[in-house]
């Protein structure tokens, strides 16, 4: 194989195939990125063994192949060469992989052929969706802080995506102890769904975010897999759907709906400004903040013997029951941190039963969370101090 190839017109790619190869040693057709040629073009693949990648490139074939070498050592020298052509060529014996820019000379080993996974291709006779792909990573940065990253939970360690009402989609994430939910409109993709829906693993859903352009992406799924394609068809990203058991969460939100009280506004900001100092006085005993909640105000506090005291007074406005409620501070920095809008919206259903928190102008998007268990705040008397 030999072409030559400009830096620019591939070096993305390039860099989109190597994400996906192992940082633990693995084996070693994992760890190679392949070159197989066409026409006037030149196509770049890799795979873990699960997730697929495929790109396909403008090129000047001077001889055609399909090669494959180390990938991430490519990809970091191919990043670190100018702008401009570069030639890559394998020798007679198909042992050394050559890569030339004007004087600068680079040689790689060559995989084994005979390690060359067949790629599954994008299945060009079923129905596809075409869906923006910044909207589609949105969906993703809104839910994968809320699953579950331990392999035992099985369900709890994907992302739910199902036919929603009318012509919406549901996108569901749940920990245990939270749950994400954002519903966004497309009928071509509600359309494609089956009836049940469909889960991928968050494992997955890291590399397929590294993945996503901002641009439109057709989207195609199969019974045991789900494909990924770029409208001009140059680049496409496959995956495995999971077959584990995903929580009744219609069930669940059904359940606490109902229980849900007043609603709590308040200014997101100043809650996160307040929570992060709070969050500096938190140990790995007391990571909680406990909060009083009037009609005008919330005061919150933090108390460690270790680390101190903190206390903090953000306005509100609250006609609800509910007095006093405790959050882990990480917790529920981290659901603030994912709500648009200025003013964020907490509806509690009790002290230890799931509170509902969203933006006041998102109604697409909401996370229920578990409060902590409120216990007695003991303190050292000046007799046990002695």
Known sequence: MKIIIYKEDFVDGITKASNLIPHKTGAAYLRTIWFKTGMESVKI???????????????DVMEEGLIGTPGRKLSDLIRKLKTGPITIYSDETKEVLYVKQEKRHFKLPLSESSWFPEMDEFPEED????????????????????????????????????????????????NGHQLSLYTFHNNDLRGILPEKGIMIAKKYLLDLRKWMPE?????????????????????????????????????????YSEKLGEPLLASKNELIDSLERILIFNTDSQMSTHMKLGQEEIYMTSTAVESGEAEEVVGCSYQGDLREIVFNTKSILEIL??????????RFSGPVEPCKVHGDTDDDYYVMTMPVQIEEETYYTEEEME
Request: hydrophobic share 35%; glycine share 6%.
């Open 45 to 59: 693949m890799s795979t873990d063994s699960n997730v697929e990648f495929t790109g396909e490139y403008r090129a």
């Open 127 to 174: 129905v596809r969706a075409v869906v923006s792909g910044g909207n589609f990573r949105e969906v993703l940065e809104k839910n994968l802080f809320c699953i579950s990253d331990d392999d035992t939970m099985q369900g709890m360690t994907c992302l739910k995506i199902a036919p929603g009402p009318e012509e919406y989609v549901e996108a569901c994430a749940f």
């Open 215 to 255: 641009t439109d992406i057709e989207i195609s799924i199969t019974d045991s897999k789900i494909f990924f394609r770029t409208t001009d068809k140059k680049e496409c990203f496959s995956l495995p759907l999971s077959m584990h058991q995903f929580p009744n969460y219609r069930d669940f939100i059904r359940n």
């Open 337 to 346: 941190a994912h709500i648009d809008g200025e003013n964020v919206i907490m």
